[in-house]
């Protein structure tokens, strides 16, 4: 709980900084977190550096001042690193990622799911149904694809904290229920 809201700070502190700065500024905040996550996601020894009180604040600028470098992140970016390296809030950087992301979203319209199918869907298939959800929705969807041969037929909607359930394996488990039940 303690790091969601940790996480959740840090991002509100640099959102409303990209904000000030106007909507591009923003976007390549979003973007060059977005990279650093990605670099931590790879090498969790570093997470692991950050996260220990053994290295110090210096040890640590210097472990993520190579990862900017790597990557050449923008200024703003940089000083909110050496900031978290100070505060000793590094080891927060992929939540503070993923809560800045979801602000980024809700601040450009743009709604995140998924679509789960029991078969491979055609990608002319897969542009048709974002494309009707976009409108149903009157807002921009990005959508990933998932394949799981075991709801059998159908498809699993996930957008946002709505699921829509419309795979054969629902259809047959609330079917079984209302035999049991007598119905």
Do not use: W
């Amino acid at each position: 709980m303690t790091d969601n809201i940790i996480a959740r700070r840090y991002a509100k502190a640099l959102f409303s900084l990209g904000l000030e700065k106007g909507g591009d500024e923003l976007a390549a905040y979003g973007k060059d977190l977005a990279a650093l996550a990605e670099i931590l996601k790879g090498s969790p020894e570093a997470l692991k550096v950050f996260r220990n009180p053994i290295f110090g604040a210096q040890d640590k600028k210097v472990v993520i001042g190579k990862m900017m470098d790597k990557l050449a992140v923008g200024q703003m970016v940089r000083n909110f690193c050496l900031l978290l390296a100070d505060k000793d809030r590094l080891g927060y950087l992929p939540q503070i990622q993923v809560v800045f992301a979801e602000l980024l979203d809700a601040h450009q319209g743009v709604l995140r799911g998924s679509l789960v199918t029991a078969v491979e869907v055609p990608d002319a298939r897969k542009e048709a149904i974002k494309q009707q959800l976009e409108s149903q929705a009157k807002a921009k969807l990005v959508l990933g694809y998932e394949i799981d041969p075991g709801i059998l037929g159908g498809v699993v909607l996930k957008v946002g904290d709505k699921v829509l359930d419309a795979s054969l394996r629902a259809q047959l488990s609330m079917l079984k229920e209302q035999i049991i039940r007598g119905e």
